[in-house]
């Protein structure tokens, strides 16, 4: 799947995979009951939408960096504190067997969301980055040698760039990147001429978290997989927009945040089919992902334990189960509709200011709109407007090579998500002509 509307598709699959019975708080009320869409019952879910921010209403659009919290979560990571946190997994005391199953309840709403029917195909890990970074050490130490490729693009975040230079010191790999064209959207000629080399994998990003470009993630998945390469989906930026579809995408690893999805800080997942994670060694080494230890060696608990060692962020997990669930309840198709309604309407006024150059596609895009805006700096924009209250980021969003390939050190960004309003759009407008007056004009 890689259009946001055919998430629609994936509804089913969502509704079938839901765990039943799971200690989730109520979706009652969430505002998205029946196909209405209550823009302010969704935001009234959200307590920080309410605060002010320099004596404006908060408009805040910075969600590709990190989404806000519902109720929902917040209050089922405060009652897992308060009535049943123990550590999981080793104990058999009541308040361990709860939390235990807290905490695998979380990997089974994760799991549907993912759309895997196999909830042992999730790892918990720290986030995308991390969810990278062990594919790279487990699956990259044991099956890459010297002189191998790894093709990436050139429109990836460092936390799919970084760690397979990392991989490309250890083993001596070659890396490749997939060009990008003036227009924002991957140039899959170039991308079949590096398939010609015979990659071990291709790791691509769903959806840029800069351009917004929605990649066809299925098309690059299938020649890839024509070319004889395992495929990695970083769905950082895709996750919290649409239900994952793993199955019909046909990848083999697809990574992506809690916090980018209403959940908390610090988890993530790693999706990946079992029969790979079974092949892969452990990431890291301790307590949780052992069977036996003897001081001779050790054998390793089945997937996905085998790369969860330590104690997890037992409550970011429950967090991200609960988050998961709450993007269920909204429904996907909601979802989407009122962030197309948000995108097209964001498109029209921006691409409507004169001298704002609007990087990434207008078509297969997502509503997260990078751009300059006369010679003003991007980080003076962003202070600007944060003194209105609007809160979008500045810099080269940990894209750098994409900034050099356009040759900018940096763009402004705001990014949309289901619970921000028309207004907001028209006070980031409102105030993006306060700065064209500041600066004197637009160059
Ligand atoms: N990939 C993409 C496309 C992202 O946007 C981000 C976060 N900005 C990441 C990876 C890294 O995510 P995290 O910091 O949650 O590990």
């Known amino acids: 799947m890689t259009e946001m509307t055919e998430a629609t598709r994936a509804t089913g699959v969502l509704a079938s ?3 039943s019975g ?4 109520t979706g009652a009320g969430d505002g998205a009951e029946a196909g209405r869409w209550d823009l302010e019952a969704i935001r009234a879910q959200f307590p920080i939408l309410s605060r002010e ?9 910075d969600n590709a960096a990190s989404s806000q919290q519902p109720l929902r979560v917040l209050n089922r990571v405060e009652r897992y504190l308060r009535e049943q946190h123990a550590n999981v997994h080793r104990g058999v005391h009541q308040l361990s067997a709860e939390a235990t199953e807290a905490y695998e309840d979380a990997r089974r709403s994760v799991a549907a969301h993912a759309g895997t029917a196999d909830p042992a195909e999730i790892v918990f890990t720290r986030g995308t ?3 990278v970074n062990l594919v790279a050490s487990s699956w990259g130490d044991a099956f890459v040698g010297a002189g191998d490729g790894i093709v990436l693009t050139k ?7 970084v760690p397979w230079q990392l991989l490309a010191d250890r083993t001596g790999c070659d890396l490749h990147f997939v060009d ?3 227009g924002g959207t991957l140039d899959l000629d170039d991308f079949d001429r590096l398939l010609e080399k015979r990659p071990r994998l291709v790791a691509c990003t769903h959806v840029s978290n800069s351009l917004g470009t929605l990649n066809p993630v299925r098309e690059i998945v299938d020649r890839a997989h024509a070319a004889g390469a395992l495929t990695l989906i970083d769905g950082a930026q895709a996750a919290p927009h649409m239900l994952t579809d793993v199955a019909g995408i046909g990848c083999d690893f697809y990574a992506f945040s809690s916090h980018k999805m209403c959940g908390p800080t610090g988890v993530g997942a790693l999706w990946a089919r079992r029969e790979l994670l079974a092949e892969m060694p452990p990431y890291q080494g301790g307590g949780e992902m052992i069977s036996e230890v003897r001081l001779e060696g050790s054998s390793w608990a089945q997937v996905p334990h085998k790369f969860e060692a330590g104690t997890p962020n037992i409550s970011g997990v429950v967090g991200f189960g609960e988050a998961a669930r709450f993007l269920a309840d909204l429904g996907p198709e909601a979802i989407a509709s009122h962030e197309n309604t948000l995108k097209s309407a964001a498109l029209n006024r921006l691409g409507e200011i004169e001298g704002l150059h609007l990087y990434g596609p207008r078509e297969g895009r997502t509503a997260v709109f990078s751009f300059t805006y006369g010679d003003i700096h991007p980080h003076d924009l962003s202070t600007i407007l944060d003194q209105r209250g609007i809160a979008i980021r500045a810099g080269h969003h940990c894209n750098q090579p994409l900034m050099d390939h356009y040759g900018i050190s940096a763009t402004a960004r705001a990014s949309f998500y289901f619970y921000n309003s028309p207004e907001e759009i028209d006070a980031l407008c409102d ?5 064209a007056e500041v600066f004197g004009g637009i160059a």
């Open 129 to 131: 980055t991390e969810a």
């Open 180 to 182: 990008v064209t003036p």
């Open 431 to 435: 105030g993006l002509a306060m700065a």
């Open 17 to 19: 995979n839901r765990p």
């Open 22 to 25: 799971g200690d989730a708080d």
């Open 53 to 61: 921010v320099n004596g404006h209403p908060l408009a805040y659009l």
């Open 155 to 161: 429109m990836e975040h460092h936390s799919n760039l």
